[in-house]
């Protein structure tokens, strides 16, 4: 259920309520806007009048919230989520606000020179983030698993010399303690984007969470895997559309721009596009991420290496360093448009 203070409620009339949720069986999650505090109610074993809850002091309205995800829903915070990373020397990133925010690398860290030289043309491009995966989740055993730790120390380093702040993925729960270490966001791959186990432990943690769509997820099952973090306490969650599977093949997956506005309408959870892995293809990527900044994302998330060609994972879908630089000019032309910057 949902409960909207009065503006002005005070803090003993805000408890109050709270009280009388957890009496009912309610978890209670509480946010504080900047005219209204909203409590979330999760759970509850009995039945009750929502009556109960419009008729106590300081209380201006209450609903039952018949979604399946209460947490995630728009109606928890109508204002929208804008997620802040940075601090320790790095200067402030906030991903849901007005700045479209630029998350770009290669697919995975390989050697030294590699993510310096990665990290220098994402920086120098005009990305506020570097990626890059040194745990790999691959289809194949026999495919380049990554460098592990190792990589993260070296993604680590390169994005402090360029002042970048660091995305990248955890497979694992025993891997959490070490990517809190290295990383500012974890990254939940589309394969594990319904590994419960491992989204109940990231609620846990008190770091951004970027959470990626299954290659054959609905938007309610997306909503709901966010659902488990949020009810963990962790309410820093940005969700990736990053294409489904579908019968077309000539693209690596299909892009699903529509589901972009679909959730901002849906969740108050900032949206990121991976048009990189949406599609599969170089030359694919470019028009994805014009398509998904006008269509209202908050970010973009997209390979980029210095010698595709040789990369040792998904080269042919990761630009050339000046295809990544033309597009940023295309990006800054762009987002005026749709009253956001880059």
Do not use: W
């Given at each position: 259920?949902?409960?909207?203070?009065?503006?002005?409620?005070?803090?003993?009339?805000?408890?109050?309520?709270?009280?009388?949720m957890?009496?009912?069986?309610?978890?209670?999650?509480?946010?504080?806007?900047?005219v209204?505090?909203?409590?979330?109610?999760?759970?509850?074993?009995?039945?009750?009048?929502?009556?109960?809850?419009?008729?106590?002091?300081?209380?201006?309205?209450?609903?039952?919230?018949?979604?399946?995800?209460?947490?995630a829903n728009?109606?928890?915070?109508?204002?929208?989520?804008?997620?802040?990373?940075?601090?320790?020397?790095?200067?402030?990133?906030?991903?849901?606000?007005?700045q479209?925010?630029?998350?770009?690398?290669?697919?995975?860290?390989?050697?030294r020179?590699?993510i310096?030289?990665?990290?220098?043309?994402?920086?120098?491009?005009?990305?506020?983030?570097?990626?890059?995966?040194a745990f790999k989740?691959?289809?194949?055993?026999?495919?380049?698993q990554?460098?592990?730790?190792?990589g993260?120390?070296l993604m680590?380093?390169a994005?402090?010399?360029n002042g970048?702040?660091?995305?990248?993925?955890?497979?694992?729960l025993?891997?959490?303690?070490?990517?809190?270490?290295?990383?500012?966001?974890?990254?939940?791959?589309?394969?594990?984007?319904?590994?419960?186990?491992?989204?109940?432990?990231?609620?846990?943690i008190?770091?951004?969470?970027?959470?990626?769509?299954g290659?054959a997820?609905?938007?309610?099952?997306?909503?709901?895997?966010a659902?488990?973090?949020?009810?963990?306490?962790?309410?820093?969650?940005?969700?990736?559309?990053?294409?489904?599977?579908?019968?077309?093949?000539?693209?690596?997956n299909?892009?699903?721009?529509?589901a972009?506005?679909?959730?901002?309408k849906?969740?108050?959870?900032?949206?990121?596009?991976?048009?990189?892995?949406?599609t599969?293809?170089?030359?694919?990527?470019?028009?994805?991420?014009?398509?998904?900044?006008?269509?209202g994302?908050?970010?973009?998330?997209?390979e980029?290496?210095?010698d595709p060609?040789?990369?040792?994972?998904?080269?042919a879908?990761?630009?050339?360093?000046?295809?990544?630089?033309?597009?940023?000019?295309?990006?800054r032309?762009?987002?005026?448009?749709v009253?956001?910057?880059?």
């Open positions: 259920m949902l409960v909207v203070m009065q503006e002005g409620a005070s803090e003993a009339q805000v408890q109050q309520v709270i009280d009388r957890v009496q009912l069986g309610f978890n209670v999650h509480r946010s504080t806007g900047v209204h505090t909203v409590l979330g109610g999760v759970g509850g074993k009995q039945e009750f009048d929502v009556a109960t809850f419009e008729v106590m002091e300081g209380v201006q309205e209450a609903h039952r919230i018949m979604s399946p995800y209460k947490l728009r109606t928890f915070r109508p204002g929208g989520t804008v997620v802040k990373i940075g601090g320790g020397g790095h200067p402030p990133v906030e991903i849901g606000g007005n479209v925010v630029v998350m770009a690398g290669p697919c995975s860290v390989e050697t020179d590699q310096e030289r990665a990290a220098e043309i994402v920086a120098r491009g005009g990305a506020k983030i570097i990626r890059g995966g989740p691959r289809t194949s055993p026999y495919s380049f990554g460098l592990g730790e190792n993260l120390e680590r380093a994005a402090d010399r970048l702040l660091v995305v990248s993925e955890v497979m694992d025993t891997q959490i303690p070490l990517l809190v270490q290295y990383a500012d966001i974890l990254q939940v791959g589309a394969r594990n984007m319904q590994n419960y186990n491992l989204l109940r432990e990231l609620g846990r008190r770091k951004p969470v970027l959470l990626k769509r290659i997820a609905t938007i309610e099952e997306l909503l709901l895997s659902e488990y973090i949020l009810a963990g306490g962790n309410y820093d969650v940005i969700l990736c559309e990053r294409g489904i599977r579908t019968f077309e093949n000539y693209t690596r299909t892009m699903d721009i529509s972009i506005p679909v959730v901002k849906l969740s108050h959870l900032p949206i990121v596009a991976d048009p990189s892995h949406g599969g293809r170089r030359d694919k990527v470019a028009p994805m991420a014009r398509a998904a900044l006008a269509a994302a908050d970010g973009l998330l997209m980029v290496h210095h060609d040789h990369a040792l994972s998904d080269g879908q990761s630009l050339y360093p000046a295809q990544f630089e033309e597009l940023m000019g295309q990006l032309m762009i987002a005026p448009a009253g956001r910057s880059i």
